[in-house]
Protein backbone atom coordinates (compact mmCIF):
# COMPACT_ATOMS: atom_id res chain seq x y z
CA UNK A 1 0.00 0.00 0.00
CA UNK A 2 1.01 2.94 -1.14
CA UNK A 3 1.83 5.57 2.25
CA UNK A 4 3.69 8.19 3.86
CA UNK A 5 4.32 6.81 7.75
CA UNK A 6 5.25 9.40 11.14
CA UNK A 7 6.15 8.74 14.28
CA UNK A 8 5.23 9.59 17.09
CA UNK A 9 1.77 10.00 16.38
CA UNK A 10 1.50 11.84 19.76
CA UNK A 11 4.43 13.22 21.61
CA UNK A 12 4.26 15.08 25.10
CA UNK A 13 7.71 16.57 25.59
CA UNK A 14 9.15 19.10 27.90
CA UNK A 15 11.02 22.25 26.84
CA UNK A 16 15.30 22.25 26.04
CA UNK A 17 15.00 17.53 25.32
CA UNK A 18 15.75 17.53 21.57
CA UNK A 19 13.01 15.30 19.53
CA UNK A 20 13.09 13.25 16.42
CA UNK A 21 10.09 12.60 14.04
CA UNK A 22 10.36 10.49 11.41
CA UNK A 23 9.06 10.22 8.34
CA UNK A 24 8.91 7.64 5.38
CA UNK A 25 7.61 6.89 2.21
CA UNK A 26 7.35 4.24 -0.13
CA UNK A 27 6.08 5.84 -3.32
CA UNK A 28 9.78 6.18 -4.67
CA UNK A 29 8.57 9.98 -4.38
CA UNK A 30 11.74 12.66 -5.10
CA UNK A 31 9.93 15.48 -3.04
CA UNK A 32 9.35 15.58 0.31
CA UNK A 33 8.21 18.14 2.90
CA UNK A 34 7.25 19.31 6.34
CA UNK A 35 4.05 21.32 7.45
CA UNK A 36 3.05 22.65 10.33
CA UNK A 37 -0.43 23.23 11.34
CA UNK A 38 -1.97 25.85 13.47
CA UNK A 39 -5.44 27.37 13.82
CA UNK A 40 -6.65 30.23 11.78
CA UNK A 41 -2.93 29.99 10.14
CA UNK A 42 -3.23 26.75 7.66
CA UNK A 43 -0.66 24.41 6.93
CA UNK A 44 3.16 26.17 7.07
CA UNK A 45 6.14 24.78 5.25
CA UNK A 46 8.98 24.04 7.27
CA UNK A 47 11.23 22.24 4.66
CA UNK A 48 11.25 20.39 1.82
CA UNK A 49 13.78 18.55 -0.08
CA UNK A 50 13.85 17.70 -3.28
CA UNK A 51 15.44 14.76 -3.41
CA UNK A 52 18.51 12.87 -1.58
CA UNK A 53 20.96 15.97 0.21
CA UNK A 54 18.99 18.42 -1.29
CA UNK A 55 17.25 20.67 1.03
CA UNK A 56 15.45 23.77 1.22
CA UNK A 57 13.96 26.11 3.76
CA UNK A 58 9.81 26.92 3.59
CA UNK A 59 8.29 29.88 5.23
CA UNK A 60 9.12 28.55 9.47
CA UNK A 61 12.23 27.16 9.15
CA UNK A 62 13.37 28.29 12.26
CA UNK A 63 13.81 25.99 15.42
CA UNK A 64 13.63 23.05 12.86
CA UNK A 65 15.99 21.02 11.37
CA UNK A 66 16.11 18.01 8.49
CA UNK A 67 17.97 15.98 6.55
CA UNK A 68 17.87 13.59 3.43
CA UNK A 69 20.03 10.70 3.25
CA UNK A 70 17.87 8.45 1.72
CA UNK A 71 15.07 8.90 -1.06
CA UNK A 72 12.40 7.14 1.31
CA UNK A 73 13.10 8.89 4.48
CA UNK A 74 12.95 12.81 5.40
CA UNK A 75 12.87 12.96 9.59
CA UNK A 76 12.09 16.62 11.28
CA UNK A 77 14.43 17.57 14.23
CA UNK A 78 13.76 19.95 17.28
CA UNK A 79 17.22 20.52 18.49
CA UNK A 80 15.97 22.53 21.26
CA UNK A 81 11.53 22.51 21.57
CA UNK A 82 9.82 25.29 22.70
CA UNK A 83 6.05 25.76 23.61
CA UNK A 84 5.60 27.54 20.33
CA UNK A 85 6.61 24.90 18.73
CA UNK A 86 3.52 22.80 19.66
CA UNK A 87 1.39 21.85 16.71
CA UNK A 88 0.36 19.54 14.19
CA UNK A 89 2.77 18.23 12.29
CA UNK A 90 2.57 16.95 8.93
CA UNK A 91 5.22 15.18 6.24
CA UNK A 92 4.20 14.82 2.58
CA UNK A 93 5.51 13.41 -0.67
CA UNK A 94 5.52 13.98 -4.29
CA UNK A 95 7.10 13.28 -7.50
CA UNK A 96 9.32 16.14 -8.20
CA UNK A 97 8.61 17.75 -11.46
CA UNK A 98 4.94 16.38 -13.41
CA UNK A 99 1.97 18.70 -15.35
CA UNK A 100 -0.13 15.70 -14.34
CA UNK A 101 -2.32 14.54 -11.61
CA UNK A 102 0.70 12.80 -10.06
CA UNK A 103 2.03 16.45 -8.94
CA UNK A 104 -0.22 15.82 -5.67
CA UNK A 105 1.58 15.53 -2.44
CA UNK A 106 0.26 12.20 -0.38
CA UNK A 107 0.35 12.95 3.51
CA UNK A 108 1.18 11.41 6.51
CA UNK A 109 -1.57 10.56 9.21
CA UNK A 110 -0.06 13.54 11.30
CA UNK A 111 2.29 13.93 14.81
CA UNK A 112 0.64 15.90 16.97
CA UNK A 113 3.09 17.77 19.33
CA UNK A 114 2.93 19.38 22.58
CA UNK A 115 6.17 20.99 24.38
CA UNK A 116 6.10 22.11 27.93
CA UNK B 1 1.70 39.18 0.63
CA UNK B 2 -0.50 35.99 1.15
CA UNK B 3 -0.03 33.32 -1.54
CA UNK B 4 -2.96 32.14 -0.88
CA UNK B 5 -5.99 34.09 0.14
CA UNK B 6 -9.20 32.12 1.23
CA UNK B 7 -11.82 34.81 2.72
CA UNK B 8 -14.36 31.99 4.04
CA UNK B 9 -13.28 30.45 7.73
CA UNK B 10 -16.72 28.94 7.92
CA UNK B 11 -19.72 27.97 5.59
CA UNK B 12 -22.71 26.15 5.92
CA UNK B 13 -24.64 24.51 2.86
CA UNK B 14 -28.07 22.19 3.03
CA UNK B 15 -27.71 18.92 2.17
CA UNK B 16 -28.26 17.64 -1.40
CA UNK B 17 -27.51 21.66 -2.37
CA UNK B 18 -24.21 22.95 -4.05
CA UNK B 19 -21.50 24.88 -2.50
CA UNK B 20 -18.99 26.96 -3.68
CA UNK B 21 -15.54 27.93 -1.84
CA UNK B 22 -13.35 30.73 -2.60
CA UNK B 23 -9.71 30.76 -3.12
CA UNK B 24 -7.75 33.30 -5.03
CA UNK B 25 -3.95 33.13 -5.47
CA UNK B 26 -0.84 35.05 -6.23
CA UNK B 27 2.18 34.23 -8.22
CA UNK B 28 4.72 35.74 -10.91
CA UNK B 29 5.17 31.90 -12.12
CA UNK B 30 3.87 30.91 -15.12
CA UNK B 31 4.13 27.07 -14.50
CA UNK B 32 1.59 26.07 -10.81
CA UNK B 33 -0.10 23.97 -9.93
CA UNK B 34 -3.26 24.05 -7.91
CA UNK B 35 -4.94 21.85 -5.46
CA UNK B 36 -7.70 21.18 -2.79
CA UNK B 37 -7.43 19.06 0.46
CA UNK B 38 -9.93 17.93 2.56
CA UNK B 39 -9.76 17.06 6.46
CA UNK B 40 -12.13 15.86 8.41
CA UNK B 41 -12.44 16.06 12.20
CA UNK B 42 -9.84 13.03 11.93
CA UNK B 43 -7.24 14.88 10.94
CA UNK B 44 -6.19 12.94 7.46
CA UNK B 45 -5.03 15.56 4.71
CA UNK B 46 -7.56 14.08 1.35
CA UNK B 47 -6.51 14.82 -1.94
CA UNK B 48 -9.64 16.07 -3.47
CA UNK B 49 -8.83 17.76 -7.01
CA UNK B 50 -5.59 19.32 -9.06
CA UNK B 51 -5.81 22.11 -11.54
CA UNK B 52 -2.28 22.89 -13.78
CA UNK B 53 -1.76 26.65 -14.98
CA UNK B 54 -1.75 25.45 -18.30
CA UNK B 55 -4.76 23.56 -18.38
CA UNK B 56 -7.83 25.02 -20.36
CA UNK B 57 -10.57 23.17 -18.87
CA UNK B 58 -11.63 23.02 -15.19
CA UNK B 59 -11.17 20.03 -13.94
CA UNK B 60 -13.55 18.16 -11.92
CA UNK B 61 -13.39 14.81 -9.92
CA UNK B 62 -16.87 13.73 -9.36
CA UNK B 63 -18.82 15.70 -7.24
CA UNK B 64 -15.95 18.26 -6.97
CA UNK B 65 -15.13 21.17 -9.40
CA UNK B 66 -12.99 23.72 -9.95
CA UNK B 67 -13.72 26.77 -11.48
CA UNK B 68 -10.71 28.31 -12.50
CA UNK B 69 -10.47 32.24 -13.84
CA UNK B 70 -6.86 32.52 -14.73
CA UNK B 71 -7.08 36.07 -15.33
CA UNK B 72 -8.29 36.70 -11.81
CA UNK B 73 -6.14 34.22 -10.05
CA UNK B 74 -9.48 32.36 -8.82
CA UNK B 75 -9.61 28.71 -8.16
CA UNK B 76 -12.81 27.92 -6.43
CA UNK B 77 -13.96 24.53 -4.97
CA UNK B 78 -17.53 23.76 -5.87
CA UNK B 79 -19.22 20.52 -4.51
CA UNK B 80 -22.37 19.54 -5.90
CA UNK B 81 -25.32 17.97 -4.06
CA UNK B 82 -23.31 17.92 -0.21
CA UNK B 83 -23.29 15.05 1.98
CA UNK B 84 -23.16 15.49 5.33
CA UNK B 85 -19.72 13.20 5.22
CA UNK B 86 -18.41 16.45 3.33
CA UNK B 87 -18.35 18.45 6.55
CA UNK B 88 -14.92 19.40 6.98
CA UNK B 89 -12.03 22.02 6.55
CA UNK B 90 -10.75 22.49 2.79
CA UNK B 91 -7.38 23.91 1.95
CA UNK B 92 -6.73 25.33 -1.06
CA UNK B 93 -2.99 25.34 -2.07
CA UNK B 94 -0.09 26.33 -4.41
CA UNK B 95 2.53 24.97 -6.33
CA UNK B 96 5.24 26.95 -8.35
CA UNK B 97 7.18 24.75 -10.30
CA UNK B 98 9.96 27.05 -11.92
CA UNK B 99 10.11 29.44 -8.70
CA UNK B 100 11.49 26.62 -5.79
CA UNK B 101 8.60 24.27 -5.89
CA UNK B 102 7.11 25.46 -2.33
CA UNK B 103 3.78 25.00 -1.67
CA UNK B 104 1.53 27.08 -0.12
CA UNK B 105 -1.87 26.68 1.54
CA UNK B 106 -4.47 29.12 2.58
CA UNK B 107 -6.00 29.53 5.74
CA UNK B 108 -8.61 27.16 5.20
CA UNK B 109 -12.57 27.22 5.00
CA UNK B 110 -14.84 25.13 7.56
CA UNK B 111 -17.71 23.32 6.20
CA UNK B 112 -20.98 22.38 7.88
CA UNK B 113 -23.56 20.43 5.91
CA UNK B 114 -26.92 21.09 7.42
CA UNK B 115 -29.49 17.94 6.90
Known amino acids: EAQVTQNPRYLITVTGKKLTVTCSQN?????MSWYRQDPGLGLRQIYY???????DKGDVPEGYKVSRKEKRNFPLILESPSPNQTSLYFC???????????????FGPGTRLLVL | AQKITQTQPGMFVQEKEAVTLDCTYDTSDQSYGLFWYKQPSSGEMIFLIYQGSYDEQNATEGRYSLNFQKARKSANLVISASQLGDSAMYFCAMREVNTGNQFYFGTGTSLTVIP
Open chain 1, 92 to 106: ASSLSRSRTRKETQY
Open chain 1, 49 to 55: SMNVEVT
Open chain 1, 27 to 31: MNHEY
